[in-house]
């Protein structure tokens, strides 16, 4: 096995975040799922976005939003995900570039516009995400190099990359091509709706080709089709290496064979959830590749969640290799 | 007179932000004048845009940002500027118009793209401005429809509309129709360089058409081309029936005739001073068309002024009416 000339090479959905307030009564007028993502098409996105306040523009995408933390954390960060030839994708390319993130996917040229997430913030700082697709619906196993996949020590998949249809091709090509190198695969389960919508998908692609597995509570019951977190637990423990499961403001517990790590939630004042999971995320990923231990790399986890939920947006802003003290 | 059915109705440049944080090196290596505005073009734009670490994208522009604030307060307000029909056109107009705000110009149709303002934030929260007019500088008299500026109690103008050359003639329109109408003008010096590039025409405008004058310290010892603020104020206190002068952390200061109030500002933790200005001339003109005393106006102000540096981007994220208690 050659040596990794990349940390973390993320694999996910290239979106541009589009902010704006609401309340309860907007979102229940239209029947959106408060804390989820739906997904939507063009023609629900120019009506929903028409009916929003006013809004601030920030690229996100999930394993987008981790790769520009990890990045700033000092991690070697590569992406493969999907613009189109538009303003948006100019966006979205300056933003992860100027993160310090290798970002070599090529934009769809004359087809969909770029991918737009129409987040809707609460008075209580949770989200609700509506994403129209856009150029991602064409990423595929093309754009999946499996040079770029060999050098990473690990390779970073979100849960929502199932929901444009060619992408799970690109999926399940990127995780064999990782394993094939000899490298590590770290998948995020996303969305509890996601999940929902691909059970039979995630459990075999947990099972069978992930090292590393992210998800929240919610999350992890929707696998499992539960109620129960501790038998969720039981069950991802024989399943995976590692499971670092969030449980928002009780932390982190992290699972590795038979030992278990809780991990405390940094305290901080809450303005706007999107990107916590992310950003614990890629916590956890840039400290585990430079071979800190598991509740080090859950501490990393906390102090960047903490950061993006600090302020309106998901990408941090402030410096981050001095807030986990490295 | 007929009853005015816009308290303001605000003439200025439509312009996109992009926020961005940079250290003081980045600044003094391109020779960017910190605190400042300068105006760049299309090349220039994409050089610094591509230098620029990972950018927030928000609409902005100088009076825009004014109108949007004041809308928030409850103020009836209109906004005349000129965007492309292009992508960031279509952001600044949703903002505007979802943050209340009647925005009748029409569009530039296959010409410049939108105005773009890369706003750099240095560790001490100061901007520094790097404007690309783009279709701004179609904006005309045209554009200026005088039944609009006659509904309207005040009309708002922006010292920034002196740079695009075929604006100047907009904004003396604007000023003629609205005298002729028995309504206000009110002016912001906007920057105290755009001032030194237009001294001549602002000491004659400030003179012959301002009933209201907005500046900071910098632009009014500009505007008179000396150091002492006191004889400054004796000047300015002799040439307009209403001056509100911002003085950073010290507060205003409104003369007013004889009458002088200093205003104290409101205290907070700054993050981002871009639109400090803006927001405290929306929070003064809101309060002053509802009638209120010219004390009370300079409160709105610095209370405006405070929730818009108090987070990144220069358009306000919390209820204004609740916050001046309105």
Redesign the interface.
């Known amino acids: 096995m050659t040596q990794a000339t990349l940390d973390i090479l993320g694999i996910g959905n290239a979106i541009v975040d589009v902010l704006?307030?609401a309340d309860d009564s907007f979102l229940a007028e239209r029947g959106l799922n408060k804390g989820g993502m739906a997904l939507i098409d063009a023609e629900q996105a120019e009506a929903l976005?028409?009916a929003?306040?006013?809004?601030?523009?920030?690229?996100g995408g999930s394993v987008a939003n981790s790769c520009?933390v990890a990045a700033g954390l000092g991690a070697r960060v590569g992406f493969l995900g999907k613009v189109a030839n538009?303003?948006?994708g100019e966006?979205f390319g300056?933003?992860?570039r100027?993160?310090g993130v290798h970002f070599p996917t090529a934009p769809l040229l004359g087809g969909a516009p770029t991918a737009r997430c129409l987040i809707l913030v609460s008075p209580d700082a949770q989200r609700t995400m509506n994403t129209f697709l856009g150029a991602c619906v064409t990423f595929g196993e093309d754009d999946v190099d499996p040079a770029e996949v060999a050098r990473a020590q690990v390779i970073y998949l979100e849960g929502y990359l199932y929901d444009p249809p060619a992408a799970q091709a690109a999926f399940r090509a990127a995780a064999s091509a990782a394993h094939a190198a000899g490298r590590k695969v770290a998948l995020s389960l996303s969305d509890a709706f996601c999940v929902g919508r691909h059970r039979a998908a995630f459990r075999a692609f947990v099972r069978e080709e992930t090292d590393i597995l992210f998800a929240n509570e919610a999350e992890l019951l929707s696998l499992y089709e539960t109620e129960d977190f501790a038998a969720a637990v039981a069950q991802v423990r024989t399943e995976v290496a590692i499971a670092a499961l969030t449980r928002s403001e009780k932390g982190s517990m992290i699972v590795a064979g038979d030992a278990t790590y809780e991990v405390a939630a940094v305290p901080t004042q809450v303005v706007d959830t999107t990107g916590a999971g992310d950003a614990y995320a890629a916590g956890f990923l840039a400290a585990h590749t430079k071979g800190l231990s598991l509740a080090e790399a859950g501490r990393w986890g906390s102090v960047c969640a903490a950061e993006v939920i600090s302020?309106?947006?998901a990408?941090p802003?402030a410096d981050m290799k001095a807030l986990v003290g490295g």
């Open positions: 704006s307030r976005y028409k929003m306040g006013p809004g601030v523009e920030s690229s520009a538009d303003g948006l966006v300056h933003d992860i100027a993160a302020h309106f947006g990408r802003q």
